[in-house]
Each structure stands twice: as structure tokens, then as C-alpha cells.
């Protein structure tokens, strides 16, 4: 029993921070899918999103506002406006004017889109890790007191209802909106698209916006759940991400929600029955061996030229 | 309604289309024929706009058109389709013809989010006309089908469908009927003929399928190595001499 016990703490662990990684990823396989491109300075976005909401968070602390639901709204909301402008700003700047060009320029002006965004936060709030108040406290616990305890706390309950809805509003979306249609269309012939009188400029932009703000969700809720952010924040959970992304299929939505989960769960299992040391060894592990038996990832089609 | 005159278009040293003009009055169908590599998608491309003609002018409604973009040119209502089928393949059969109604609809994502009057009233427009185009093509038992697991005769239809949505004044289509077999030709010809007569839509037709194309057509040019060879009504453009020698080969 504590052996079952020890397994389902390692599942719920890895189930939080694989939601999290899966609304990160989000960001990326989108834009892959409208662009066929990678967009490097997402885990930037997602740094940033985080930061936003601390500053929010601090902002109504100094007011003196302790209403936790409040606070989390105001936060939200925040990091959602910062994120997805900044999200629609790369889009202007490191994208656009270089469209159609050699698919490096692109890549290069993305990186250094990155290296900027996350300069410009050493600047602006120093290179140190920064406190961020665990907000969401307690939770639950079950098993024999005298073994070992399973625990879930109510900020874990909280990443995953929140990207419940994030998910679903997401999906409805896509598959039902006017512009979710125009996007699964320019995805999949944007010249076509555009001849049919779609704006495709405005479609592109929507698709980094609606990834950066996903990302800035999941910089609010892995701020609390870690308790810190620093500039390189979004480096780490960026490269993971993307690995969800490209394990779950690069361009599939449910792809990545299902690449981010697998990967945050054998991280975890790997922190818990192996070493914490072995997780990223085990999460790139993974993307090699994906890359090599199916290149397409998990869900991912492969693409077949119709002769 | 459509005018090129001395339309050219050169690749480097390569001279694609040697001075090539046509006109198109209204409810006409003008078709161009020629051997293959005459030019005459090239001359379509200038058209629509994915090229930028190196000479000539194409008038469209009194207004010049040469060097716009697709995009404009097609909200202007010229709108055309392509030797192989590009539908959305993921998308349904009736999210292929919304989808091209999206320039008309309401996208504002507030009006999306709070379904105003205004949304409801235009996404009901847009499903009418959708259900009205399914209908007209054959394809209405097969709206929520995946566009890509049609067979590729619906393809060609839905394909027609889905510009026709657009509510264009000119349609271009090349080769609309490649790949299609006898029967398929023949529906496909009552549907252009019905596009003409009950819509007022012109249309420009590049084609190999002869029995089509003398059928059909008003006016016939034809282009041979990137000049214009003939032009004239299908008899006149059948017992030309230069045409028939292109065709057949000299001896």
C-alpha cells in the first residue's frame, strides 16, 4: 500500500507540472502550426507573465487588498494583458517583417527576441530570484499517518482546474469560433486562405496572443507553485515545453496537451524512483528516442504528398 | 468587365508571355487553350495576382489591377482555382464554404464571445448561402463529410462551391476539369453554363478537354510558346490554320 501510495504522490506531482508545461507548449505548436516555425521567445512570454503577475500580486499587497480571490484575478488578468501584448508584439517585430524569407532569418530574430526580452528583466528587476507568496496553502492528505502520506495541496487542485478550463475553452474554440475556423484554415493552406479574403496578418497575430496567453496562465500558476521567478524562468520551462510540444506532435493541439503530460509525469517518476538529478536526462531522453522511432510525435500526422 | 492588353511576363531570360491580350464582357465565358508550357497559367498567375506582370495593363472594372496582391484582387471579386484541388482537407465540407465567407462575417471576438444580434443574423447569412451552394453542387448529404475523404469529382465541385460563396463577378478556373471522367465533365459543364446564365458571373477557363471547351466557351484564345496564336468564337478558332498547325504539327 505506501508503494502504491508513493506512486500515485509522484503521479499527482507529475500531473501539476505536466499541465503546466502542456498550456506552455500550447504556445509553440500553434504558431508551428500556422507558421511552420518555432517561436523561441515564448518561454520569454511565459517568464514575463510570471513576473507581471508578482508585481500585480505586490501592487494589491501594498494596497492592503487580502482578498485571495481578488488578488488572483486582478494577477491574472495582469499577466494575461503584459503576456499577450508582448506576445503580439514579437510577433510584429521578429516575425513579420522577415516572412517568406529563408526560414533561418526568422529563427535568428527570435533568439534574439529572447535574449532581449529576458535582458531587458535583469535590467528591470534584477538577476536575483525573487520570493513569490504562496498564495494557495493546505490540501489534503490520505494513507496510514504512521507510513507514507500521499498529499495533494490545494495549489496542485488549482493548476489542474485551471488548465481544465483553459483546455476546453481552448478546444471550443478552435472548433467552434469564426476565428478558430480561420485559423485551422490558414494552418492548413495560408495561401489559400488569404486569396479567400481571410486576413491572414490578423490570424497570425490572434495565434500568438491566444499561446501567450496560455503561457502567462501557466506563469501565474508555476510562480506559486515553485514560490520564485527569476529571469531564466522561462529558459528551462521553454525547452521543456517545447520537448512536450514536438513529443505530442509539433502543429497538434491535443498533442501538446498530451506531450506535456507524459513528460511531466516521468520527470517526476523519475525525481521519485531514480534521482532528481536523472529528470531532464530522462525528459531529452525521451525526445531523442521520439525524434528517432516517430519523428512525427505521438499524435502528429505524418505529412504525405498526395502524387 | 476584364481587359488585359499586351500582357508580358519574363523569368530572367526566359520571355513566359509575349505580349497577350484578352478581354471578358459580362455573363461570358472566354476560354485559353494552347499546348502545354504556352504560358497559359502564367497569364492566370498575372491575373490573380501571384505575379507581378514585367508589361501590360489588366483592367478589371475600369480600375488598373497589375502588381495588386491576390488578396485584393480576389475581395475585388475575381477569384480562381487551381490546376490540383487546394481545399482545406481537415476542415468539413460546410466549414470549407464558411470559411470563405469570413470577410463577410462579424469577428469581432466580443460580438464572438457575447453572440450579439448582429453575429447570430450574419453566421445565419453565411450557413443559408453555405447550404444553398451544397445543394446547387450535389455535395449536401455531405456537409459534415472531412473535405479530403471526398471523391475527387466533389472535390472539383465544392471546390467551384466555395468560390461562388464569395459572391465573385469573375471566376478564373484552370483546368477544372482535368482528371474528371466523361460523366463528371458533363455535370461539370452544366455548372458552368448555370454559373453564367443564373448568376451573372463571367468566366475565364484554361482547358485541355476540347469537347468542353468548344462547348462552352463564348470566345476561345489561344496561346502558343507565350504569344497569342488566334482568338475568336470556338468555329472561327477550330478551322485556323496557325491553330491547327500548333495542335498538329507542321509537315
Known amino acids: 500500500m505506501p508503494d502504491f501510495l508513493y506512486f500515485l504522490q509522484q503521479l499527482i506531482n507529475g500531473l501539476a507540472i505536466g499541465s503546466a508545461y502542456a498550456l506552455i507548449a500550447i504556445g509553440y505548436t500553434m504558431v508551428y502550426g500556422i507558421i511552420g516555425m518555432i517561436n523561441f521567445a515564448h518561454g520569454e512570454i511565459y517568464m514575463i507573465g510570471a513576473y507581471t503577475a508578482l508585481i500585480a500580486i505586490t501592487g494589491l499587497a501594498t494596497l492592503g487588498i487580502a482578498w485571495l480571490p481578488l488578488i488572483l484575478v486582478v494577477a491574472l488578468v495582469c499577466a494575461v494583458l503584459v503576456s499577450s501584448s508582448m506576445g503580439w508584439a514579437v510577433e510584429r517585430v521578429a516575425y513579420r517583417p522577415v516572412r517568406g524569407r529563408h526560414r533561418l532569418i526568422p529563427l535568428i530574430s527570435a533568439i534574439g527576441m529572447s535574449i532581449f526580452l529576458q535582458n531587458y528583466v535583469h535590467l528591470a528587476q534584477g538577476s536575483r530570484n525573487v520570493g513569490f507568496p504562496a498564495l494557495i496553502q493546505g490540501g489534503f492528505q490520505f494513507g496510514d499517518p504512521d507510513s507514507f502520506q500521499t498529499s495533494i495541496s490545494y495549489m496542485q487542485i488549482t493548476i489542474f482546474v485551471a488548465t481544465l478550463v483553459c483546455m476546453s475553452a481552448l478546444t471550443l474554440f478552435i472548433s467552434h469560433s469564426r476565428i478558430g475556423r480561420a485559423c485551422r484554415a490558414v494552418s492548413q493552406d495560408l495561401g489559400m486562405a488569404n486569396l ?112 | 468587365m476584364l481587359e488585359v492588353r499586351n500582357l508580358s511576363m519574363r523569368f530572367g531570360g526566359l520571355l513566359a508571355v509575349d505580349q497577350v491580350s484578352l478581354d471578358v464582357q459580362e455573363q461570358e465565358i472566354v476560354s485559353i487553350i494552347g499546348p502545354n508550357g504556352a504560358g497559359k497559367t502564367t497569364v492566370f498567375n498575372c491575373m490573380s495576382g501571384f505575379y507581378k506582370p514585367s508589361g501590360g495593363q489588366i483592367i478589371f472594372d475600369g480600375k488598373e489591377i497589375q502588381g495588386k496582391s491576390d488578396h485584393k484582387i480576389s475581395l475585388m471579386g475575381m477569384v480562381r482555382t487551381f490546376q490540383h484541388v487546394r481545399l482545406f482537407t481537415k476542415m468539413t465540407v460546410v466549414e470549407n464554404l464558411l470559411v470563405a465567407q469570413h470577410r463577410h462575417l462579424n469577428t469581432n471576438f466580443m460580438a464572438g464571445l457575447l453572440k450579439t444580434p448582429d453575429y447570430r443574423e450574419r453566421e445565419r447569412k453565411a450557413l443559408d448561402r453555405a447550404a444553398y451552394w451544397l445543394e446547387r453542387v450535389g455535395l449536401m448529404d455531405l456537409a459534415n463529410r472531412e473535405a479530403g475523404n471526398l471523391a475527387y469529382g466533389q472535390q472539383r465541385r465544392l471546390e467551384i462551391a466555395r468560390c461562388m460563396v464569395t459572391e465573385p463577378r469573375l471566376l478564373m478556373l484552370d483546368e477544372p476539369a482535368a482528371g474528371l471522367n466523361p460523366a463528371e465533365t458533363r455535370e461539370l459543364n452544366q455548372l458552368i453554363n448555370s454559373l453564367k446564365e443564373d448568376y451573372n458571373v463571367s468566366v475565364v477557363l484554361i482547358e485541355h478537354d476540347m469537347s468542353l471547351v468548344m462547348e462552352i466557351s463564348d470566345r476561345i484564345t489561344v496561346i502558343n510558346q507565350g504569344r497569342p496564336l488566334a482568338a475568336g468564337t470556338p468555329d472561327e478558332v477550330r478551322n485556323n490554320d496557325d491553330v491547327i498547325k500548333a495542335y498538329l504539327g507542321e509537315t
Open chain 1, 196 to 307: 479567400l479574403g481571410i486576413e491572414t496578418n490578423r490570424i497570425i497575430s490572434a495565434t500568438f496572443v491566444i499561446g501567450a496567453s496560455l503561457a502567462a496562465v501557466a506563469g501565474l500558476l508555476l510562480g506559486m507553485y515553485y514560490g520564485s521567478v527569476d529571469p531564466l524562468f522561462g529558459f528551462i520551462a521553454g525547452l521543456k515545453a517545447f520537448t512536450a510540444a514536438v513529443l505530442g506532435g509539433i502543429g497538434s493541439i491535443p498533442g501538446a496537451m498530451l506531450g506535456g503530460l507524459i513528460l511531466g509525469v516521468s520527470e517526476s517518476m523519475t525525481s521519485g524512483y531514480l534521482s532528481g538529478e536523472y529528470k531532464d536526462v530522462v525528459s531529452f531522453g525521451l525526445l531523442i528516442l521520439i525524434l528517432l522511432f516517430k519523428p512525427t510525435g505521438l499524435l502528429g500526422k505524418p505529412e504525405v504528398e498526395k502524387i
